[in-house]
T-cell receptor
Framework: DPKIIQKPKYLVAVTGSEKILICEQYLGHNAMYWYRQSAKKPLEFMFSYSYQKLMDNQTASSRFQPQSSKKNHLDLQITALKPDDSATYFC?????????????FGPGTRLLVL | AQSVDQPDAHVTLYEGASLELRCSYSYSAAPYLFWYVQYPGQSLQFLLKYITGDAVVKGTKGFEAEFRKSNSSFNLKKSPAHWSDSAKYFCALEGPTGYQNFYFGKGTSLTVIP
């Protein structure tokens, strides 16, 4: 059974619209993260959460808003979508956010903005 | 500023040969370094990490990596290579905030010819 679930697997959106990417982890971890992988850039760290609190935000745009309704959930809301937002978005988790715990990655959501 | 460089975008070799994927980093403090592998259509999988101690760290799937402070490198090695090792490999550095924000290199695509 998959331990980190991301939904949907593929997503097509129109410019200017809003989408929510879902992430749930069943590893019992306390920390969760979002990363973005696009054709033009290396895998980029976006956010880290620990016990449902934002710990680090390396995303310049406020159009990206993480949402944590439960400790094992970290969704990503993206508003006013742009074609440059097209990428694969990976959710990850680790036991805790301190130290050097190994991060485990979900299967990703591939977003295409037209 | 911290950064990770993987200078080889593509590496091709024959099965049975030794493989070495290069990774260099720039970081003012003691680095925490990781290697991940991404098979086609899949998410990232953890291979190994260096925190402190022995310069050679062993990981999963028969891989090992050598940390060299003298030239700020953390190269991934395996001998012999197998066709199933064909994948994209990412080197990562944990950022300075301590919140597990990883900085990834652009990745090296490895092709092992049977």
């Amino acid at each position: 059974d998959p331990k980190i679930i991301q939904k949907p697997k593929y997503l097509v959106a129109v410019t200017g619209s809003e989408k929510i990417l879902i992430c749930e982890q069943y590893l019992g971890h306390n920390a969760m993260y979002w990363y973005r992988q696009s054709a033009k850039k290396p895998l980029e760290f976006m956010f880290s959460y620990s016990y449902q609190k934002l710990m680090d935000n390396q995303t310049a745009s406020s159009r990206f808003q993480p949402q944590s309704s439960k400790k094992n959930h970290l969704d990503l809301q993206i508003t006013a979508l742009k074609p440059d937002d097209s990428a694969t978005y990976f959710c990850a988790s680790s036991q805790d956010h301190w130290g050097v715990d190994t991060q485990y990655f979900g299967p990703g959501t591939r977003l295409l903005v037209l | 500023a911290q950064s990770v460089d993987q200078p080889d975008a593509h590496v091709t070799l024959y099965e049975g040969a030794s493989l070495e994927l290069r990774c260099s980093y720039s970081y003012s403090a003691a680095p925490y370094l990781f290697w991940y592998v991404q098979y086609p259509g899949q998410s990232l999988q953890f291979l190994l990490k260096y925190i402190t101690g022995d310069a050679v760290v062993k990981g999963t799937k028969g891989f090992e990596a050598e940390f060299r402070k003298s030239n700020s490198s953390f190269n991934l090695k395996k001998s012999p290579a197998h066709w199933s090792d064909s994948a994209k490999y990412f080197c990562a550095l944990e950022g300075p905030t301590g919140y597990q924000n990883f900085y990834f290199g652009k990745g090296t695509s490895l092709t092992v010819i049977p």
